[in-house]
Nanobody, 123 residues
């Protein structure tokens, strides 16, 4: 069983930077694809970024491409989301997710989820 816990959320000014972390229990996560999703109040959960198990392949939503970077450190069993130049519309609860096999941009494709971390971007 894999458990995920996000951290690093908080209040950030637009144009600043913030790094989210997702720590996993269980070394099997090192062989899983991972992703970040987010959910704003009153909206559906949406894909942000994904990364292959090796870290060699990444995939981004158009809305964050060029501003956010997903990465992972398999020795630490941790996945990161570096948020640069965030905008107020990036305000949401950010969730880390994991799945065996190839990464996906679909919520239903992921088996494991963290409880989420709140990010608020002020203008």
């Amino acid at each position: 069983q894999v458990q995920l816990v996000e951290s690093g959320g908080g209040l950030v000014q637009a144009g600043g930077s913030l790094r989210l972390s997702c720590a996993a229990s269980g070394h099997t996560f090192s062989s899983y694809a991972a992703a970040w999703f987010r959910q704003a109040p009153g909206k559906e959960r949406e894909f942000v970024a994904a990364i292959s198990w090796s870290g060699g392949n990444t995939y981004y939503a158009n809305s964050v491409k060029g501003r956010f970077t997903i990465s992972r450190d398999n020795a630490k069993i941790t996945v990161y989301l570096q948020m640069n130049s965030p905008k107020p519309e990036d305000t949401a609860v950010y969730y880390c997710a994991g799945k065996p096999g190839v990464y996906s941009n679909f919520v239903r494709g992921y088996n494991y989820w963290g409880p989420g971390t709140q990010v608020i971007v002020s203008s």
